[in-house]
């Protein structure tokens, strides 16, 4: 079973930087098409970010030219480098991943196996 364990997440006032780590265990990260989601009280899950098995990356419109995500697959982990952060960044982050690549998976998180347990970022004004 694959295990996903996110980490890195805090509180920030706007303008601030985070970086998320997303460590996985029984799995090798570059096989998988793997995604950052986030969660805000009362609203859905929507994709932020994803990473394919051949490294092409996608973004939200409203997190492009912000936030970056990446992979060490030496370490074996994803990362999010969320910059000039909003408050309206304020959610639960989770990391994800699918068998399926990403080109097909996209921003659908029904489509993704895999999760952690989440990372809350509250960004402040």
């Known amino acids: 079973q694959v295990q996903l364990v996110e980490s890195g997440g805090g509180s920030v006032q706007a303008g601030g930087s985070l970086r998320l780590s997303c460590a996985v265990s029984?799995?090798?990260?570059?096989?998988?098409?793997m995604g950052w989601f986030r969660q805000a009280p009362g609203k859905e899950r929507e994709g932020v970010a994803t990473?394919?098995?051949?490294?092409?990356?996608n973004y939200a419109n409203s997190v492009k030219d912000r936030f970056t995500i990446s992979r060490d697959n030496a370490k074996n982990t994803m990362y999010l480098q969320m910059n000039s952060l909003q408050p309206e960044d304020t959610a639960m982050y989770y990391c994800a991943a699918t068998s399926m690549n990403c080109y097909s998976a996209s921003f659908s998180w029904r489509t993704y196996n895999y999760w952690g347990q989440g990372t809350q970022v509250t960004v402040s004004s």
């Open positions: 029984r799995a090798t990260v570059s096989n998988y098409c």
């Open positions: 990473i394919n098995s051949d490294g092409i990356t």
